[in-house]
């Protein structure tokens, strides 16, 4: 959908929900809709917790005054779990994931191919809060009704194989997620310019990387960059991730004002699409940061990073995964600095956080309780001052 058509339909939506709000009385079944409606819109333009809201208060009412049609019920359960899940809020998510599916198994059988788009959407979460059986669980189940109900070469498929892809390299399973990704970059129904290759290729870097083949990586991330420049243009917003996966390449592999132009030019291109207070500027900021600070330069690394903490912490807000990790990361420059307080309270913000939203599978959580037991060490009477590891 184009973003003037989108931008349309939400305010539309906005003045039918406006007019139905003054007719009837809060709790009324018949606002159902139009919060359901303007939630989903809300939800499609990324203003993920402004779509919760809505779309929890739909939720709210359906369940005092309904019922809804099932399906209709269901599309709120789903869209809401993706909203809470996009927004950071994983474990939040999962029990309107499960009750969408349910309701949709009820309805249309347990092997109906929107089915495995749901239990795809559970896997993600399985895979966000670090319980990757259930995660491989979900994915069976998913690959399973796909193999059934979805026509070979549909879309969907694409989804699903870099997806599973994720999982592998989840589980430390480079080479099973190299075979995902290629069938989506070898699929010859696939255009060439298709945005499901630029993730498949650019994903396919990123794992090259992790290997030390650098020189291919490099080629990897940069065909992902020409189809996305090719597709969209040379400063939309959906280049930021694959500017910022080569500059790290480039920093890591010695070439610094590759990176650095690299870098700026993603924070560039943040700031002019999608204003300087979005969290995508953020996290080119928190990449620069973390880039500049393995370099040792911790004047400018520190000032990228609390710029990067103040932006996503308004934007997504203090309980945010992307929040916490660029805490986690302030806490280690602060640690490394000696100042031991300063890193102590950014830890525990961190982990606070990633216990409340993911849980406490998540790798982070160990290897934050680990810098908290540094600092505790480190503050013992007679003990040297040490660093993070």
């Given at each position: 959908m184009k973003k003037d058509t989108l931008d349309e339909k939400t305010v539309v939506a906005e003045k039918d929900l406006a007019r139905t709000e003054k007719r009837y009385r809060p709790d009324d079944l018949r606002l159902a809709?139009?919060?359901?409606?303007?939630?989903?819109?809300?939800?499609?333009?990324?203003?993920?917790?402004?779509?919760?809201?809505?779309?929890?208060?739909?939720?709210?009412?359906?369940?005092?005054?309904?019922?809804?049609?099932?399906?209709?019920?269901?599309?709120?359960l789903n869209t809401l779990?993706?909203?809470?899940?996009?927004?950071?809020?994983?474990?939040?998510?999962?029990?309107?994931?499960?009750?969408?599916?349910?309701?949709?198994?009820?309805?249309?059988?347990?092997?109906?191919?929107?089915?495995?788009?749901?239990?795809?959407?559970?896997?993600?979460?399985?895979m966000n809060i670090n319980d990757l059986d259930q995660a491989a669980a979900a994915m069976d189940r998913a690959l399973a009704i796909a193999r059934e109900a979805v026509p070979e070469g549909d879309p969907?498929?694409?989804?699903?194989?870099?997806?599973?892809?994720g999982l592998c390299q989840y589980r430390?399973?480079?080479?099973?997620?190299?075979?995902?990704?290629?069938?989506?970059?070898?699929?010859?129904?696939?255009?060439?310019?298709?945005?499901?290759?630029?993730?498949?290729?650019n994903n396919l870097g990123e794992i090259a990387v992790g290997?030390?083949?650098?020189?291919?990586?490099?080629?990897?991330?940069?065909?992902?960059?020409?189809?996305?420049?090719?597709?969209?243009?040379?400063?939309h917003p959906d280049l930021i991730v694959n500017l910022l996966n080569l500059g790290e390449l480039h920093a890591r592999t010695g070439d610094a004002v590759k990176a650095e132009s690299l870098f700026l030019e993603a924070i560039r291109i943040g700031e002019a699409r999608l204003g300087p207070g979005h969290h995508m500027v953020g996290v080119a900021c928190y990449r620069y940061g973390g880039s500049l600070f393995e370099r040792g330069y911790v004047s400018s690394a520190r000032e990228n990073l609390c710029r990067a903490l103040g932006i996503v912490e308004a934007a997504l807000g203090p309980g945010h995964p992307q929040t916490a990790e660029v805490r986690a990361k302030l806490g280690e420059l602060c640690q490394g600095?000696?100042?031991?307080?300063?890193?102590?309270?950014?830890?525990?913000?961190?982990?606070?956080?990633?216990?409340?939203?993911?849980?406490?599978?998540?790798?982070?959580v160990g290897q934050l309780r680990e810098r908290l037991a540094q600092?505790?060490?480190?503050?013992?009477?007679?003990?040297r001052r040490a660093g993070p590891a």
């Open positions: 809709g139009p919060l359901r409606r303007l939630g989903k819109l809300y939800y499609m333009k990324g203003r993920q917790s402004d779509a919760v809201a809505l779309l929890s208060r739909a939720l709210a009412i359906a369940d005092a005054k309904g019922p809804l049609e099932p399906d209709v019920m269901s599309d709120l779990a993706v909203a809470l899940s996009m927004g950071g809020r994983f474990l939040e998510s999962l029990p309107a994931m499960r009750r969408s599916l349910e309701l949709t198994e009820s309805e249309l059988g347990p092997r109906h191919a929107s089915l495995a788009g749901r239990w795809n959407n559970i896997a993600t979460v399985y969907f498929w694409h989804k699903l194989w870099i997806n599973m892809a430390k399973q480079p080479d099973a997620a190299t075979d995902c990704l290629r069938k989506v970059v070898g699929d010859r129904q696939l255009k060439p310019d298709s945005p499901m290759r630029a993730i498949a290729l290997q030390g083949r650098f020189d291919e990586a490099r080629e990897l991330l940069q065909q992902a960059i020409d189809i996305k420049q090719r597709l969209l243009g040379y400063d600095e000696g100042e031991l307080a300063e890193a102590r309270g950014h830890y525990t913000a961190a982990l606070e956080a990633l216990l409340a939203c993911c849980g406490s599978e998540r790798p982070e600092l505790d060490a480190a503050e013992r009477p007679g003990r």
